[in-house]
């Protein structure tokens, strides 16, 4: 079975710095995608970022990037200038290619200094 | 965007009644939908994903006669939880994806349940 690991429960950064998350995963597939969900207080999970396996570049979004090693089954988030809406607990995610299941890690809280 | 609509947003009720969360596509048709429970601090923990126009499919340890699902349409999947419990007070999650399988799933603004 396929498992995704979030192994910062909690991480904190100074605001405009950067913070990288880490998320590592195990499966036997070669074909998924993979992905960090932000969830604010508000609850609403809001995707931020998006990672298909077959592709070699890393996804970017704005200030959020993501350092994809894929024989190391490792996806890590990168968030720059981190502002304080950046604050959010932040789910990484894998969907095997042809499932449409989506498996969550534990998450990780964000917390943004001023 | 694709949006997704859940309803209620909170509820509270009395052990023993039976309560229905709803989940809509609101500008795109969804075959299939997830429901999702988290419980306080905790990640998403799948339940069953629900398949317009026939059975839903549960995971592993969650009871079919509890929470019955019904995704009468290609825009409403509904999640009932009957006979409530507070071992049932959660959070639930709905979610949809607009397109095949590789699509983002984009998620409700779930429901928190609180059984008295």
């Known amino acids: 079975a396929q498992t995704v690991t979030q192994s910062q429960p909690e991480m904190s950064v100074q605001e405009a710095e950067t913070v990288t998350l880490s998320c590592t995963y195990d499966?036997?597939?070669?074909?998924?995608?993979l992905f960090w969900y932000k969830q604010p207080p508000s609850r609403q999970m809001i995707l931020v970022i998006r990672q298909e396996a077959y592709k070699q570049q890393n996804a970017t979004e704005n200030r959020f990037s993501v350092n994809f090693q894929k024989a190391a089954k490792s996806f890590s988030l990168k968030i720059s200038d981190s502002q304080l809406g950046d604050a959010a607990m932040y789910f990484c995610a894998y969907n095997a290619g042809g499932s449409e299941k989506l498996v969550f890690g534990k998450g990780t809280k964000l917390t943004v200094n001023p | 965007g694709a949006v997704v609509s859940q309803h209620p947003s909170w509820v509270i009720c009395k052990s023993g009644t039976s309560v229905k969360i709803e989940c809509r596509s609101l500008d795109f048709q969804a075959t299939t939908m997830f429901w999702y429970r988290q419980f306080p601090k905790q990640s998403l923990m799948l339940m069953a994903t629900?398949?317009?126009?026939?059975?839903?499919?549960?995971e592993q340890g969650v009871e079919k006669d509890k929470f019955l699902i019904n995704h009468a349409s290609l825009t409403l999947s509904t999640l009932t939880v009957t006979s409530a419990h507070p071992e049932d007070s959660s959070f639930y999650i709905c979610?949809?994806?607009?397109?095949?399988?590789?699509?983002?799933?984009?998620f409700g603004n779930g429901t928190r349940l609180t059984v008295t």
């Open positions: 979610s949809a994806r607009r397109g095949s399988y590789n699509s983002p799933l984009h």
């Open positions: 499966t036997s597939e070669s074909d998924y995608y």
């Open positions: 629900s398949n317009e126009g026939s059975k839903a499919t549960y």
